[in-house]
C-alpha cells in the first residue's frame, strides 16, 4: 500500500484501505467514477453505485447535471464540469476518460 497509486483513481493505496475500496481497479463500485473523485471531489461513497438511493447511479447523475447525494437534486454552481469516467474490464483492469460538461440549471 503506501502512497503508491497503483490503479490510477487519485488515491494512494494507504487511502484506499482506509476507504475499503480496491486498490489494483479505479472505479471500485462501477458507476464510472474514479474511487478518487468519488472520495475527493463528489464525497459520494465509493462502494455503491448509487449513493443516495434514487435508483440512478452517481456517473449518471453527474453527467445529467444531478447531484449525487441528493435525490432529485440538481447540481448547484457548476456551470463546467471536467470529469474522470472510468471502465473497468472483465480482466480486472481499468480505463479511464475525461469528459467535458457545460451544466445547465434545470
Known amino acids: 500500500f ?3 497509486d497503483s490503479d490510477g483513481d487519485g488515491l494512494s493505496g494507504a487511502e484506499e484501505k482506509n476507504a475499503g475500496t480496491n486498490s489494483e481497479i479505479a472505479d471500485t463500485d462501477g ?3 474514479s474511487d478518487g473523485d468519488e472520495v475527493r471531489i463528489w464525497r459520494t461513497d465509493p462502494l455503491k453505485k448509487d449513493t443516495d438511493g434514487d435508483a ?3 456517473g449518471d447523475e453527474i453527467k445529467n447535471a ?3 447525494l441528493v435525490k432529485g437534486g440538481i447540481l ?4 463546467l464540469l471536467v470529469v474522470r469516467f472510468v471502465t ?9 476518460n475525461y469528459e467535458t460538461f457545460v451544466i445547465t440549471p434545470k
Do not use: Q, R
Open 76 to 79: 448547484k454552481n457548476a456551470p
Open 88 to 96: 473497468n474490464t472483465p480482466a480486472g483492469t481499468s480505463t479511464v
Open 66 to 68: 444531478y447531484d449525487p
Open 31 to 33: 458507476d464510472s467514477l
Open 56 to 58: 440512478f447511479e452517481d
Open 2 to 4: 503506501g502512497d503508491v
